[in-house]
């Protein structure tokens, strides 16, 4: 059984090396899918921002004997995941997991999907549920159900069931469409997709998949700049999911263990 993780690598180089550290002793390769530009989902994103992932960053680093960095200019998410795929297909990877930059979970978890895949081959997908956190690791979301699991989300592929992502709904942009699939209830992926600074957020809702999707400006001033524990529905795309937010106490995954934003 092959296993392998990709990135998407526009800027992310706070959390490249963690994520990198994360995944190495798994798996037999890493796909880093680079762009220089953003994706087109925003007017004026692609004339205003730029990746400033330097990536000798990564090739100079000691994971790169499992490294593929993969160039490419995609004005859609669905487009680079795809290319992914497609790239992990002609390697002859059985397994293909997403490992996006602010991904993080215990070793011994990564350790626990591979043996659901060994137990449990011939489905399609495997979904991990999440952990959302805000501004730091010390805040985690809460849903309006009281629980910290707040998500889920494809997490590994079987390319020998899946070759591409379809474009799904207005606020599902990247989809694997598929016939069976698993929830993998014993691991959870710790999500750093909110653990940012104030001019690390502005970039992000400027230029990711979702851009397009809500007014940008008016969350960012009405609900990230005087976010208190005391706020409410803080969600940029479906406010009530992520009710509010609590203090987080429990062990946090050994590559983020030091991580103070």
């Known amino acids: 059984m092959s296993i392998a993780t990709y990135v998407l690598a526009f800027d992310q180089q706070k959390w490249m090396l963690r994520n990198l550290e994360n995944a190495y002793p798994h798996v037999d390769k890493i796909y880093i899918m680079y762009s220089k530009l953003p994706f087109n989902y925003h007017p004026k994103a692609r004339e205003t921002y730029i990746n400033t992932l330097d990536l000798n960053i990564?090739?100079?680093?000691?994971?790169?004997?499992?490294?593929?960095?993969?160039?490419?200019?995609?004005?859609?998410?669905?487009?680079?995941?795809?290319?992914?795929?497609?790239?992990?297909?002609?390697?002859?990877?059985?397994?293909?997991?997403?490992?996006?930059?602010?991904?993080?979970?215990?070793?011994?978890?990564?350790?626990?999907?591979?043996?659901?895949?060994?137990?449990?081959?011939?489905?399609?997908?495997?979904a991990i549920n999440v952990y959302d956190f805000w501004k730091s690791f010390k805040y985690v979301v809460v849903g309006p159900d009281g629980s910290k699991i707040t998500a889920g989300f494809q997490a590994v592929l079987n390319l020998h069931k899946v070759d591409?992502?379809?474009?799904?709904?207005?606020?599902?942009?990247?989809?694997?469409?598929?016939?069976?699939?698993?929830?993998?209830?014993?691991?959870?992926?710790?999500?750093?997709?909110?653990?940012?600074?104030?001019?690390?957020?502005?970039?992000?809702?400027k230029t990711y998949a979702h851009s397009g999707d809500f007014d940008g400006d008016k969350w960012y001033n009405e609900i990230w700049l005087p976010w208190t524990l005391e706020s409410k529905n803080l969600n940029p795309l479906f406010p009530d999911a992520w009710h509010h937010c609590e203090i987080f106490n429990n062990p946090l995954p050994e590559v983020i263990q030091d991580f103070d934003i």
């Open 58 to 126: 990564i090739k100079q680093s000691p994971y790169i004997d499992k490294i593929t960095i993969i160039e490419g200019d995609w004005l859609n998410e669905t487009e680079e995941r795809t290319a992914c795929v497609q790239y992990a297909k002609k390697d002859g990877i059985d397994y293909l997991m997403v490992h996006d930059a602010d991904h993080f979970y215990f070793h011994e978890g990564i350790e626990s999907i591979k043996n659901v895949l060994r137990n449990s081959p011939d489905f399609d997908i495997y």
């Open 164 to 205: 591409k992502y379809v474009h799904r709904g207005k606020y599902d942009v990247a989809h694997v469409p598929y016939s069976n699939g698993a929830i993998i209830n014993d691991v959870i992926c710790y999500h750093g997709s909110y653990v940012l600074t104030d001019e690390e957020v502005y970039k992000k809702i």
